[in-house]
């Protein structure tokens, strides 16, 4: 079920909590076993929801999640202040160091990382024209909630608190989070956060635009963002409080991944002594849609994504058995010199995973495939690449000869023709003139031929 917090302390709080009365069929009921001010009093129930009310600063609150009937997220409706202008967020709670704004000193809550994918989508949709929706990193209290939680906030001044328009947006984006589970379900039927897609960010600014980009464009949803500055406060990476803090981050955001914006090389020892690895925003893209299991074990056998290895298109959702094969590096070379696109797709077609070179985008082999006869498919592709330069290309057993006509500056010397433009011409196929006498680039050519291996 579906909690959702309003503070009576926040204006904000309370305006997007009367949009959300007023936009579901709710029952009132008297919960007298907790005082008014607790989350007792009167409380709110609709189909996969219930709203209590607080009078204490959601920041302050001690696991206000007790006060639910068995609740499975909690979201708490917030104002977001600052100079951001129009601003509708979402985001984690917690101290990567000492606790200025509620919570425990470096303790960090239960973070709902798909559900917080979910709720960016849905402010997005519901947004007003003149709003813009951001991805905060994790800061302030509370700390200690009692369930997977997020503060969904209006911003970023009074005049955005008392925006009705802005209110109803926040409000119908919670509602929206009914039924939506707090974490991303681990893949294959696996126990463990390395089979789960969720990321702890780590780096960049307050706001993360780098890490909502992530959100928004792959199947990765992000935990708990620790932001520079919550680098900066957890002081010696090495300290057991830090170390703590970075492990909670892993922990609280069920994630086995962490993704650093800009070259910290204490940052990713702090994050692998947590049990954490250090990806790449390609690992990151590369993997959208590939079973991690599948990611592992194509890893293992050919290159890591750091490496150079790229996954095909047939890695979709693709967790079988395969084969590793080796391509025929000259022929490679050759058909890359012709159209490195064109050579990549012809691999990517088909491989389930290859390696790579140049960042990417020249395809080099081994490859993954899901039946070693593949291979023939992949070989069809990189011949028909080979025929744009070749005038005839042809198997001939283990070999692919490779035929073209070329200019010949023997023969042509021969017909007295001088060096220099004429040569040019004739090689671009063009016809000269030389004595009076036209000589067409027929006769000043020759047939060449390249043999191509095609194993190894």
Known sequence: MLGILVSRADRASTHIGEHLLDLADWEEAEDDSRADAAGGGTVYRTDGAELREFDDLHLHLDRPADAYDDVDLLVVASKHAGETGRLLTAHHTGNFGPADHGGADFALSRACPNAHARVLDALETHAPERYDVGMECTHHGPTDVGAPSMFVEVGSSEAEWEDPDAARAVARAILDLRGVAPDSPPEDGADDDRH???????????????????????????????????????GDLDSPDSRAVLAAAFEQSRAAYALVDGDRPDVAAGVENAGGRVVGETWVRETDGVPLGFVDRAEDAIATVAEGLRFGDPAAGYDGDFSVVDLPRELLDEVSGIDREATRAAVAETALAFDTEHNGTRASGPVALADAADRAAIMAGLLDVLERRYDSVERDGDEV??????????????????????????????????????????????ERERRFPLEK
Request: proline share 8%; no cysteine; glycine share 14%.
């Open 196 to 234: 789960r897609r969720h990321l702890v960010g780590i780096g960049g600014g307050h706001y993360a635009p780098r890490f909502e980009r992530v959100v928004r464009e792959t199947d990765w949803a992000v935990g708990h963002v620790a932001a520079d500055w919550g680098i900066e406060a957890m």
């Open 401 to 446: 000869i490779a035929r073209t006509q070329a200019f010949s500056p023997e023969k042509a010397r021969t017909l007295g023709i001088p060096e220099g433009p004429a040569f040019g011409k004739l090689s671009n196929g063009q016809p000269v003139e030389v004595d009076g006498e036209t000589i067409p680039p027929g006769a000043v050519s020759e």
